[in-house]
């Protein structure tokens, strides 16, 4: 699947702005047949639940209804038209004009229909009917439950088995695109690159649909200059004097391919790319051939009133913040970011680990997770196969392209060592290796539950990749109790896998801004500042550790509890993007730490 973009070819219109907006009613269902009645309103791109102020939209679980009108002009009627959304959380059926054209189980990829059978010229009627209910066969994972009152009504739950606010809508752009009726599908790039040469072949393999008899591909520089040419829906074309795409200093080449059929172009699209190579070597995580340190962050997209929504200006604020901080890394934490967020991190040089949504895949979940939580029966009960599947299908489709990501995570914080976990991750790691082009390495995020002694998965894995909470939710406000069991835990998972690199993709500490102690006080942010010293000084220690990633960029939102105070308070920065006290210390921590070389 393609990004939207506007060619000699092709035209992008935009859906985007004040949308019709109804909870769906039990007792008397919308008809799709009919426009929608309702009075309220709802902004797109952006989730429903904080726009909505009263807490009948905020904590609404089942269905709710988008709708807006469109027009279509006479000259578009005889292309192939396409109703593209970039997301909708968490399940949809999109209507036009009453009719049904689609239906999509996942909240974070895009989807889409073709449409010209089902619009007219002049005005026509977009309606999506939305569920942002979770269970047992979803991703993210929740459980769900509904009962039924005397007089019809029924009463819906919902326990998220993850610690972020289930935000849902339609979060990102929603668009109409154009293309001829032979087009071009999906564009896949790869390539073989000698790093002591300097030169690369690049092969673009091409689908397209329709009548065609010739693809032609043209390789361009960063100032749209020719630097190689081909043709066939295989191209292998030779560029010399390669310029690398580099962690921090990104360079991107473009990908023109045109469709032609008797001579003429039917069809014209150029892809985005950058040349690099990924690779794990022993302990070391290379990037074109150098020991790579990750430096950074997982994030949430989480804003203010947009909640989920795609907020572009933020996209952009955090970016800026993580070269200001020293970061080179993030990781998509839970779930795909927003396409425009990906294409920001290839142009700014962001390294990315990139994750599905395949969260909460833990019985018995709790935030509270040094409390022990019993996960015997976590692979009889979830029926998540199918949704993982089609999550690291989409995901990897999407994003394949991108030189920013140099991962794959398939699943953060799931059951490693009950019955059932190595059957299932046998299966998705073999499944979602087939699907890259660039065969670049997987992971997964391994849960502090799971460690070393009961974990049976972890060797799977190309990078072994941990969240752990050793003085907080372990050996809360005792450091140097939190420093002994952290090089413990070390020595252990080296011990068991003395040829693979390790980084911490989660660690932190709540923290409320503005609150300070003399003692170690959990909540203050001395308490922050020493909980990364304590961290920082062991990771220093050893050579197998290629990388820190904290937990988390900025606060951001979560269910309503007694654990959390107006959400989670583990940021760097708080939700408005102000920093604490741990901000300086990790900015004056990783301006001295090189993004290649640190531990040789």
Avoid at 60 to 76: K, Q, S
Avoid at 260 to 278: H, K, L, P, Q, S
Avoid at 562 to 582: M, S
């Amino acid at each position: 699947m393609l990004y939207p973009i506007s060619t000699k070819t092709r035209t992008v219109q935009g859906l985007n702005g004040i949308w019709k907006f109804k909870l769906e009613d039990d007792l008397a269902p919308n008809d799709v047949r009919t426009p929608l009645e309702t009075n309220r309103h709802m902004s797109v791109p952006g989730s429903f639940n904080d726009q909505g102020v009263t807490r009948d939209i905020r904590m609404h679980i089942g269905y709710v209804w988008y709708e807006r009108e469109f027009v279509v002009p006479d000259f578009l009627l005889d292309q192939r038209v396409v109703l593209r959304l970039d997301a909708a959380t968490h399940e949809a059926d999109v209507y036009v004009n009453g009719e049904f054209v689609v239906h999509h189980k996942g909240g974070f990829v895009p989807f889409e229909a073709e449409i010209q059978d089902v619009i007219h010229s002049g005005r026509n009627r977009v309606s999506v009917k939305l569920s942002n209910r979770l269970d047992y066969t979803s991703l993210p994972v929740g459980n769900y439950s509904e009962t039924k009152t005397e007089d019809g009504k029924i009463v819906r739950k919902l326990s998220e088995n993850f610690d972020f606010f289930n935000y849902a809508g339609l979060t990102r752009y929603v668009r109409i695109y154009t293309t001829p009726k032979s087009y071009l599908e999906d564009i896949a790039i790869s390539y073989d690159v000698d790093l002591t040469a300097l030169t690369a072949d690049v092969k673009v393999a091409t689908n397209a649909i329709g009548e065609f008899d010739q693809v032609k591909v043209t390789i361009l520089d960063a100032a749209d200059c020719v630097v190689g040419e081909g043709e066939g829906e295989t191209a292998i074309i030779p560029v010399k004097d390669v310029k690398l795409w580099q962690p921090l200093k990104a360079y991107l080449y473009k990908a023109r391919v045109e469709l032609c059929n008797a001579g003429e172009v039917i069809d014209v699209y150029e892809e985005e790319f950058g040349i690099r190579t990924v690779e794990v070597k022993g302990i070391q995580f290379l990037i074109n051939g150098k020991p790579f340190y990750f430096k950074g962050a997982g994030k949430h997209e989480d804003t203010y009133i947009n909640g989920r929504g795609i907020n572009e200006a933020y996209n952009i604020a955090d970016i800026n913040l993580l070269r200001w901080m020293g970061a080179n890394s993030i990781r998509t934490s839970h779930y795909p970011y927003s396409e425009e967020m990906m294409r920001l991190c290839d142009r700014e040089g962001i390294v990315v680990i990139d994750e599905c949504a395949a969260v909460g895949m833990f019985e018995g979940f709790s935030v509270d997770s040094a409390s022990g939580m019993d996960a015997k029966a976590t692979w009889k009960i979830l029926d998540t196969k199918e949704a993982h599947e089609q999550a690291m299908y989409e995901l990897i489709k999407r994003d394949k392209n991108h030189a920013c990501v140099v991962m794959w995570s398939v699943m953060n914080e799931p059951d490693s060592a009950g019955p059932g976990a190595r059957e299932y991750f046998e299966h998705i790691f073999a499944y979602s290796r087939k699907l890259d082009p660039q065969n670049r390495p997987f992971t997964y995020v391994n849960f502090q539950i799971c460690g070393v002694d009961k974990d049976v998965c972890t060797d799977l894995v190309d990078v072994i990749c941990l969240n752990r909470y050793f003085g907080w939710y372990w050996d809360t406000a005792n450091f140097e109790s939190a420093e002994k069991h952290l090089i413990e835990d070390f020595d252990k998972w080296h011990a068991k896998f003395p040829d693979k690199p390790i980084m911490y993709c989660e660690y932190g500490a709540d923290t409320v801004a503005g609150l300070h102690a003399v003692d170690d006080i959990p909540f203050t942010e001395d308490y922050q500042v020493k909980y990364y010293e304590i961290n920082s000084r062991v990771f220093d220690l050893y050579d197998f550790f290629i990388g820190e990633q904290v937990w988390n960029f900025a606060d951001f939102e979560t269910k309503t509890g007694l654990n959390r105070v107006q959400g989670n308070k583990k940021g760097i920065f708080t939700r408005a993007r102000e920093p604490k006290a741990a901000a300086r210390l990790l900015r004056d921590r990783w301006l001295k730490i090189p993004d290649f070389d640190y531990k040789k």
